[in-house]
């Protein structure tokens, strides 16, 4: 077991930040010290076996995205990261851990479901990953499994109101797996569209001759998720389950979450990278030399991207300082273009749905710092600190204090990052980031106490990390 010790850095937190030397023996944070301090009369800087100098550098606790789908069956192809690759890349922007979604499907077993994830995920992973169970098949067998998924450290579960004939549940189904979550305390997660309107409308657009993936967005309009958002809070409130809407894009929506915060409720909204910058005109509408009007194709994903003309993405970023939305995920979902995207090169209906981004929501995030979008303990907050109290993962993760994993990222405000597919680590034949300059740059992660990236390169291995055994929300009212 080796010691390292993070020196001369600003420590940040949720909370606060503070200059701090932070000492890691084995797996474990063990002190936060004073800059420079000695521990019983030793110069700790001499006795360690590795000292990063973090001088000028802010130092974070590693970065949590909590929805990510790994090697997801999904649109007639597969995510195109594996657990292997995904957790790389994300290891690479400074994210320590994932929480993926294991799959049931309509007439599986949960239980196989959730097997057949570990088995895709054990002995593949840079970094630490924990499961959510999706439910895609509510009945009484999927019910009672339900029952059974804190044991094996799943505290939450995903439904789908989207997606007919794929994942979906329709109102029935969710008040029974919400009385499930009621009486056990795992915390519904909810893909809030309307699935059946939508898929009407992007029918008759399709029939109508407009099958480009800008229609796409058009089809699932924010209608559509602001209902479903209603729909699912008020479902929650009858049944006393908490609720976590995942993925929220429309401004709509988030003021449905905002007002049922209002009341107190356990109602929480997440939002991803994609709906504070990126838009139904430039992307999805989008236009290339390679690709035509496909070019959009690389941004079809579900919630859609909004229109920059309505202030959603304004609406989120208030939300996100007002805490109505309360972190940031990715929905990592990547698809190649050549291959899977281009399934639906003929018709929107069949573009797989999903954007990757988990290589870069530290940075993306950051970026909303030197911009003053939010505070440097609110991207701390957002990214990492509580999605731990969320997800049942706080102390150990998400945190800075002895007695925490020790999952560490240096990360440099004078450095700069241009991401672009030809540098990124996913496994994907673009970016949906592609030119996006970042004022910041993560120079050193640190995984339960192992240097995995430094100085650009890559130190890790397959199998570094480790599956969390989640407990309850730490976030509930
Ligand atoms: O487009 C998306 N979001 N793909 C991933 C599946 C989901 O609904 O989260
Ligand atoms: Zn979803
Ligand atoms: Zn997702
Ligand atoms: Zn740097």
């Not at 990547?334 to 290589?359: H, T, W, Y």
């Not at 740059?441 to 199998?463: A, C, F, N, P």
């Amino acid at each position: 077991m080796s010691t390292t010790l993070i020196t001369g850095g600003t420590v940040v937190s949720a909370t606060g930040r503070g200059d701090a030397d932070v000492l890691i023996d084995g797996e474990r944070i063990v002190a936060v010290l004073a800059p420079g301090s000695e521990l019983l009369g030793t110069d700790v800087a001499a006795s360690v076996d590795t000292v990063i100098d973090a001088t000028g550098k802010y130092v974070i606790p590693g970065g949590i995205d909590a929805h990510t789908h790994m090697e997801l069956p999904f649109g007639g192809t597969s995510a195109s990261d594996t657990f292997e690759t995904g957790t790389r890349a994300a290891a690479w922007g400074g994210t320590t851990s994932i929480i993926d979604f294991a799959v049931q499907r309509y007439g599986e077993r949960v239980q196989d479901g959730l097997a057949a994830w570990h088995e895709k995920a054990r002995g593949n992973c840079a970094i630490d990953y924990g499961f959510h169970q999706i439910v895609g098949g509510v009945d009484d067998d999927s019910l009672a499994a339900m029952r059974g998924l804190l044991d094996e450290g799943i505290s939450s579960f995903k439904l789908f109101m989207a997606y007919p004939g794929v994942f979906y549940s329709d109102d029935a189904q969710v008040l029974k797996a919400m009385q499930v979550s009621a009486e056990t305390g795992l915390l519904t997660m909810m893909h809030a569209e309307n699935g059946p309107a939508i898929d009407v409308l992007a029918a008759q657009l399709a029939e109508a001759g407009k099958k480009a993936p800008y229609y796409h967005g058009i089809a699932r309009a924010w209608q559509m998720e602001e209902e479903a958002t209603h729909r699912a809070i008020m479902l929650a409130n009858l049944t006393g389950a908490p609720l976590y809407t995942v993925h929220v894009s429309a401004k709509q929506a988030v003021d449905q979450i905002a007002w049922a915060r209002d009341q107190g409720w356990n109602v929480f909204g997440e939002t991803c990278p994609q709906y504070l910058y990126l838009s139904l005109e430039e992307q999805l509408g989008g236009f290339s030399e390679e690709w035509g009007q496909f070019e959009g194709a690389k941004w079809v994903c579900s919630t859609p991207l909004r229109s920059s003309k309505d202030g959603h993405q304004h609406h989120m970023w208030q939300a996100l300082r007002t805490n109505d939305i309360q972190m940031v995920s990715t929905d990592h979902c990547p698809f190649c273009m050549k291959g899977q995207k281009d399934l639906g090169l003929d018709d929107f209906r069949a573009i797989p749905n999903g954007i990757g981004s988990v290589e870069h929501r530290m940075d993306l995030m950051y970026q909303g710092v030197v911009t003053g979008k939010i505070t440097l303990e609110r991207w701390v907050e957002l990214t990492s600190t509580t999605p731990a109290r969320m997800f049942g993962l706080y102390g150990r993760k998400g945190v800075i204090q002895p007695g925490a994993d020790g999952d560490v990222v240096v990360y440099d405000p004078h450095g700069h990052t241009s991401i672009s597919a030809a540098t990124h680590h996913m496994n994907m034949d673009h970016s949906a980031w592609e030119g996006y300059e970042i004022d910041g740059h993560v120079d050193t992660v640190i995984s339960r106490g192992k240097v995995v990236v430094d100085g650009g390169k890559y130190l890790g291995s397959k199998g570094d990390g480790h599956y969390l055994k989640r407990g309850l929300s730490q976030y509930l009212i």
